[in-house]
């Protein structure tokens, strides 16, 4: 069985609260759960050390027996020093694509005319 450390969302509309808990992969995100093991709430100030709260020893003690965190969960970890999340880099992300480069190269063939017939 694939056991993941992840979010559960809970709290009423425009005010979530998550739960980090351990569930199998395969139950929907806010379905079963096998353990309860921190809290995440975003509607408290980022230095607020209420805002995430971990409890260390049961997430020390999943993760020995292989649970995979999620990427979100990961960070809080993190921070919190219990995982090692490696660098990512990904220099192409701010390139445009396709269609916008083939649009940019349209405006400048646009704006080289006019200054072309200028200069004739």
């Known amino acids: 069985m694939a056991l993941k450390i992840r979010l559960t969302r809970g709290g009423a509309k425009k005010r979530?609260?998550?739960?980090?808990?351990?569930a199998d992969a395969r139950a929907p995100r806010d379905g079963r759960f096998i353990d309860k093991v921190?809290?995440?709430d975003p509607m408290k100030a980022k230095d607020d050390p209420a805002r995430i709260q971990l409890d260390a020893e049961k997430i020390q003690g999943w993760l020995a027996k292989g649970a995979q965190p999620t990427d979100r969960v990961l960070r809080f970890l993190d921070q919190a020093g219990l995982a090692k999340r490696p660098a990512r880099n990904n220099p192409q992300k701010a390139e445009p694509g396709e269609k916008a480069k083939e649009r940019a190269a349209k405006r400048a063939e646009k704006a080289a005319a006019p200054a072309e017939d200028a200069a004739a």
């Not at 979530?16 to 351990?22: K, N, Q």
């Open 38 to 40: 921190g809290a995440y």
């Open 16 to 22: 979530p609260y998550y739960r980090i808990v351990v």
